[in-house]
């Protein structure tokens, strides 16, 4: 019922900021939760942030809360990730998620994701 489309990763210093940012299409997004995740190499894909279909609620990693935002424009179909303060920690390819309800997609279940983004966080 939705594809979705991530862009704005790259390089980046440690303590940098990026902007990712995921585009859906279809008529059905609002009925969507959405959320981040991000998979390094050799390591399993990670929950990193969610956000309700309103737009109120949020969820986020103990790794990344208080240095990334989610949020959503339901009018442009888009859903953006700001992060900040960046770590070569961060490192990963980051894939946009939809899924059911946000707290859903904290726990992992999702029905459809973006082709990822690479992010370079260099020390």
């Known amino acids: 019922q939705v594809q979705l489309v991530d862009s704005g990763g790259g390089l980046v210093q440690a303590g940098g900021s990026l902007r990712l940012s995921c585009a859906a299409s279809?008529?059905?997004?609002?009925?969507?939760?959405m959320g981040w995740f991000r998979q390094a190499p050799e390591k399993e894909r990670e929950f990193v942030a969610a956000?309700?279909?309103?737009?109120?609620?949020?969820d986020y990693a103990d790794s990344v809360r208080g240095r990334f935002t989610i949020s959503r424009d339901n009018a442009k179909k888009m859903v953006h990730l700001q992060m900040s303060s960046l770590k070569p920690g961060d490192t990963a390819t980051y894939y946009c998620?939809?899924?059911?309800?946000?707290?859903?997609?904290?726990?992992?279940?999702?029905?459809?994701w973006g082709q990822g983004t690479q992010v370079t966080v260099s020390s």
């Open positions: 998620a939809a899924g059911d309800l946000y707290i859903t997609i904290v726990a992992g279940r999702v029905a459809a």
């Open positions: 279809g008529r059905a997004f609002d009925k969507f939760a």
């Open positions: 956000i309700s279909r309103s737009g109120v609620l949020t």
